[in-house]
């Protein structure tokens, strides 16, 4: 089943404490239907000190976001919008704004 969201995409969030807020989808988990959004839903991790972080203490770090709580960015309007799935006729298979502008080409048909 292809997700309406894939890693690159600007995203809206529609749910949540971060509601309204936009960011760029850093990883998408599609087993546990999750995303990774940048500069959202910030968490402190403890880390203890290693060569990388020789101090050790808190880091902020991403944490996922459920994939129902988040819409694609509309070029056009600057807003998230809900998408579907059409074939073109050259068999590829688009993501398609509900305004009728396309998002992106997911894989080939078959």
């Known amino acids: 089943m ?23 989808v850093l990883s998408v988990d599609p087993g546990k239907q999750r995303v990774l959004i940048q500069g959202q839903n910030m968490a402190h991790k ?14 902020n770090v991403e944490q996922p976001i459920h994939i129902s709580n988040v819409l694609p960015v509309s070029t056009s309007t600057s807003k998230g919008t809900r998408v579907h799935f059409r074939v073109d006729g050259k068999g590829k298979k688009l993501r398609c704004a509900v305004d009728g502008s396309e998002i992106g080409v997911v894989t080939k048909a078959k």
């Open 2 to 24: 292809a997700l309406h969201i894939k890693k690159g995409d600007t995203v809206e969030i529609i749910a949540g404490d971060h509601r309204g807020a936009h960011g760029k």
């Open 46 to 59: 403890h880390v203890r000190p290693s060569r990388k972080n020789p101090q050790g203490g808190r880091v």
